[in-house]
């Protein structure tokens, strides 16, 4: 996947969470929590939409690898075959 | 035959504009069966009905906005005979004050590039959006409906205005400010093993599987509620009502403002996945969606949970008619003896607000200890 292909993906995956956030401006250096509000089960939902897209496992450890657009992509582009 | 009234829905709520009928005339109904959607403070609230019957008349049509207590619609309950004259004509009682809330989305504009959060703000301001310059990305978004010389108001969040919402929020804490003599009590607990034994469970777990930490903690309170009864129920004539079924209103964040603490029936007879699963849609529903109206009435007690990166302790304020709300902290490392040798542990701080006219501070305490025997043993939950 391209770095554009990936961006799609993780906002896709966002705005499932939270479709009223649709084409907000989105800093992809801030963590979702802090932009949006996020809570727990908002970041899980988040996390179980880029499992469906990617097929990943995301074991709870990388969590933190997950937070922000940027990070997100970064770790996608290195876990998928490109 | 049977008077189905407009329900209150909640020590804040005094009337509700009817948005749709589900049932009509001749129709069967189970005790349970969603009869109407009312659009409250909280927004679109299914309402349920009590008996088994036939749906005979409607009352009240939709659009309309009708105070409490008022009858929306007669029912036949199972035991009557089939009345031998014909219904009676649709009664309006009232007249509709506005249409319904049917479309939320602002009509499309074309050539317009506008986010449907922004597209909704404008609405509820009254702002038109062809008269909005757009920001230097060519798209409305918040930040440019929300133009300073606008006095600031709450984002909407789907449908729910989150003045009213406030409104709602405000008139039941100041009643249970004025009415409840609160007492607090609380105990700081050692989530460690807890912690520990969720990653492991996580770990073994896909996605989609995985529990929150509010989890085991939703099902080790009303495990530990169970044996400190005088905690779960409500005040009510006056005289304290213990229930014996647990249901936990679970306080739930909209964003942009508000919370709605709908009830979660029965934890302590649930699984934890079974548990998740009911979190997992009630917060879908409380964000996006419609809410029952048992969900909204039938809760004996509250959990206010703060969550990860908030606050060490919340002291909360009951919910009327309940008589004991719980509060939790964030879960966070700290320095803590353990064995007589400092350590880093996992805590959290659980504060319990109970209503004096029905309980002690002993019982909260008594409360406290066992919850923290029982979350030493996740597995177990």
Same mark, same amino acid.
Not at chain 2, 115 to 125: D, G, H, M, Q, V
Not at chain 2, 128 to 150: A, M, N, R, W, Y
Not at chain 2, 165 to 184: G, L
């Given at each position: 996947?391209?770095?554009?292909?990936?961006?799609? !993906?993780?906002?896709?995956?966002?705005?499932?969470?939270?479709?009223?956030?649709?084409?907000?401006?989105?800093?992809?250096?801030?963590?979702?929590?802090?932009?949006?509000?996020?809570?727990?089960?908002?970041?899980?939902?988040?996390?179980?939409?880029?499992?469906?897209?990617?097929?990943?496992?995301?074991p709870e450890k990388d969590y933190p690898h997950l937070v922000s657009l940027e990070l997100a992509v970064a770790y996608l582009s290195e876990k998928l075959p490109s | 035959m049977t008077a189905f009234r407009m329900p209150s829905l909640g020590a804040d709520m005094d009337e509700g504009t009817l948005v749709e009928w589900i049932k009509k005339p001749g129709d069967q109904l189970k005790r349970g069966d969603i009869i109407a959607v009312v659009e409250t403070q909280k927004g679109a609230i299914e309402i349920e009905v009590f008996h088994d019957g036939v749906l005979e008349a409607i009352h009240v049509k939709t659009g309309s906005r009708v105070p409490?207590?008022?009858?929306?619609?007669?029912?036949?309950?199972?035991?009557?005979?089939?009345?031998?004259?014909?219904?009676?004509?649709?009664?309006?009682?009232? /007249?509709?004050?506005?249409?319904?809330? &049917?479309?939320?989305?602002?009509?499309?504009?074309?050539? !317009?590039?506008?986010?449907?959060?922004?597209?909704?703000?404008?609405?509820?301001?009254?702002?038109?959006?062809?008269?909005?310059?757009?920001?230097?990305?060519?798209?409305?978004?918040?930040?440019?409906?929300?133009?300073?010389?606008?006095?600031? /108001?709450?984002?909407?969040?789907?449908?729910?205005?989150?003045?009213?919402?406030?409104?709602?929020?405000?008139?039941?804490?100041?009643? +249970?400010?004025?009415?409840?003599?609160?007492?607090?009590?609380?105990?700081?607990?050692?989530?460690?093993?807890?912690?520990?034994?969720?990653?492991?469970?996580?770990?073994?777990?896909?996605? +989609?599987?995985?529990?929150?930490?509010?989890?085991?903690?939703?099902?080790?309170?009303? !495990?530990?509620?169970?044996?400190?009864?005088?905690?779960?129920?409500?005040?009510?004539?006056?005289?304290?009502?213990?229930?014996?079924?647990?249901?936990?209103?679970?306080?739930?964040?909209?964003?942009?403002?508000?919370?709605? &603490?709908?009830?979660?029936?029965?934890?302590?007879?649930? +699984?934890?996945?079974?548990?998740?699963?009911? !979190?997992?849609?009630?917060?879908?529903?409380?964000?996006?969606?419609?809410?029952?109206?048992?969900?909204?009435?039938? &809760?004996?007690?509250?959990? +206010?949970?703060?969550?990860?990166?908030?606050?060490?302790?919340?002291?909360?304020?009951?919910?009327?008619?309940?008589?004991?709300?719980?509060?939790?902290?964030?879960?966070?490392?700290?320095?803590?003896?353990?064995?007589?040798?400092?350590?880093?542990?996992?805590?959290?701080?659980?504060?319990? &607000?109970?209503?004096?006219?029905?309980?002690?501070?002993?019982?909260?305490?008594?409360?406290?200890?066992?919850?923290?025997?029982?979350?030493?043993?996740?597995?177990?939950?």
């Amino acid at each position: 996947m391209t770095q554009d292909q990936l961006v799609e !993906l993780v906002k896709r995956s966002l705005y499932e969470v939270a479709p009223d956030l649709e084409a907000e401006p989105l800093d992809p250096k801030r963590s979702f929590n802090e932009q949006f509000e996020f809570d727990s089960m908002d970041f899980l939902k988040f996390i179980t939409g880029l499992h469906q897209a990617t097929g990943l496992a995301l074991p709870e450890k990388d969590y933190p690898h997950l937070v922000s657009l940027e990070l997100a992509v970064a770790y996608l582009s290195e876990k998928l075959p490109s | 035959m049977t008077a189905f009234r407009m329900p209150s829905l909640g020590a804040d709520m005094d009337e509700g504009t009817l948005v749709e009928w589900i049932k009509k005339p001749g129709d069967q109904l189970k005790r349970g069966d969603i009869i109407a959607v009312v659009e409250t403070q909280k927004g679109a609230i299914e309402i349920e009905v009590f008996h088994d019957g036939v749906l005979e008349a409607i009352h009240v049509k939709t659009g309309s906005r009708v105070p409490v207590g008022e009858v929306l619609a007669t029912i036949r309950t199972a035991e009557e005979p089939e009345s031998a004259q014909p219904v009676p004509p649709e009664v309006v009682t009232q /007249k509709p004050v506005y249409a319904p809330p &049917a479309q939320v989305a602002a009509p499309f504009t074309p050539g !317009l590039k506008i986010t449907p959060a922004a597209s909704s703000r404008a609405k509820e301001l009254g702002i038109d959006v062809q008269s909005v310059f757009p920001g230097q990305d060519g798209i409305i978004g918040l930040k440019e409906i929300e133009v300073p010389s606008v006095p600031a /108001k709450p984002k909407a969040s789907r449908g729910i205005n989150l003045d009213e919402m406030r409104n709602a929020i405000a008139a039941a804490m100041a009643r +249970s400010k004025r009415e409840i003599p609160h007492y607090y009590v609380s105990s700081i607990i050692d989530m460690t093993a807890m912690m520990e034994w969720l990653a492991t469970e996580n770990a073994r777990r896909t996605v +989609s599987d995985r529990l929150l930490a509010a989890v085991p903690i939703i099902k080790a309170c009303a !495990l530990g509620l169970q044996q400190v009864p005088e905690l779960n129920g409500h005040f009510l004539d006056d005289r304290p009502l213990r229930i014996a079924e647990v249901k936990m209103g679970i306080g739930i964040a909209l964003r942009g403002g508000g919370l709605i &603490a709908p009830a979660l029936a029965l934890p302590d007879r649930l +699984s934890l996945t079974e548990i998740m699963q009911r !979190l997992s849609d009630l917060v879908a529903r409380v964000r996006g969606g419609r809410l029952r109206s048992s969900e909204l009435t039938e &809760a004996t007690v509250t959990l +206010s949970n703060l969550g990860d990166n908030s606050a060490d302790m919340v002291l909360p304020v009951i919910y009327p008619p309940q008589v004991a709300i719980i509060g939790v902290g964030q879960i966070d490392a700290r320095p803590w003896v353990v064995d007589g040798t400092l350590a880093s542990r996992k805590i959290a701080t659980f504060a319990v &607000a109970g209503d004096h006219r029905a309980n002690d501070g002993r019982s909260a305490a008594r409360f406290l200890r066992l919850l923290g025997e029982i979350l030493q043993k996740p597995e177990m939950l």
